[in-house]
């Protein structure tokens, strides 16, 4: 059986309605990084940072999966799958997807300010005061810039072992994340799905599709379904 890497990005969610930092009109636009995503805008004021993550918090939550998500689910059930996606919302668990490891946290997760222990949020909100057992104030459980991410050297042994590499909605200029691409060997197939224009040099077996990942992924998965599972 063949083993298949997801990659997903911003641009997988975008369809389900969450803006992005790249979005010309989306929330992200309206605030500096170093104001709600950094562990320095943290310290300086945790209240504000909250508040901005209570916003993103509750879109997800009244988001639904699309297209493509259901997508990666229908192909678990003819490839060894695994989700690697960037995004901190929870769409792929949604739509039905098993094997999902996030790089940039969860935003339906937080975790304590000292020990990273992670918790499960109820709710769209997360206020000063909601404290862990050990007495510490909960933050987000995301991986703000300049901070390590800490499921990378998962995602690089993962990704040694795969056939295919399918890239959706990232324009690989993250970094550590956009590294992904390196983890896999010469041989795996490797699929861009995105309708903008990404260069990537160096990497074989590279085939773009340059279509949204709602439309691009599906037609994808059924030609890997037709050539190898049937």
């Avoid at 993103?56 to 639904?64: A, L, P, Y």
């Amino acid at each position: 059986m063949k083993k298949i890497i997801v990659f997903s990005g911003a641009g997988i969610s975008a369809e389900s309605g969450l803006k992005t930092f790249r979005d010309s009109d989306g929330l992200w636009e309206n605030f500096q990084i170093s104001e709600v995503a950094t562990l320095e805008a943290w310290n300086k004021n945790p209240e504000f940072v909250l508040d901005f993550y209570n916003i993103r918090r509750k879109q997800v939550i009244d988001s639904s999966p699309n297209q493509a998500h259901f997508t990666a689910k229908d192909l678990e059930k003819h490839f060894d799958m695994q989700i690697i996606t960037q995004n901190i919302d929870d769409l792929h668990e949604r739509a039905g997807s098993q094997n999902i490891l996030h790089l940039h946290g969860e935003i339906l997760k937080a975790k304590s300010s000292k020990t990273d222990k992670q918790y499960k949020i109820n709710g769209p909100n997360l206020n000063i005061g909601d404290i862990c057992e050990d007495n510490f104030q909960l933050r987000p459980d995301i991986v703000w810039f300049g901070e390590a991410v800490p499921n990378m050297e998962i995602a690089e042994n993962i990704c040694k072992n795969a056939d295919i590499l399918i890239i959706i909605g990232t324009s690989l200029s993250v970094y550590p994340a956009a590294n992904i691409i390196d983890f896999v060997t010469e041989k795996c197939e490797t699929f861009l799905i995105d309708p903008k224009e990404i260069v990537l040099t160096g990497v074989k077996n590279l085939t773009v599709i340059k279509e949204k990942a709602s439309i691009g992924f599906p037609i994808l998965a059924n030609n890997l379904i037709n050539k190898y599972a049937t």
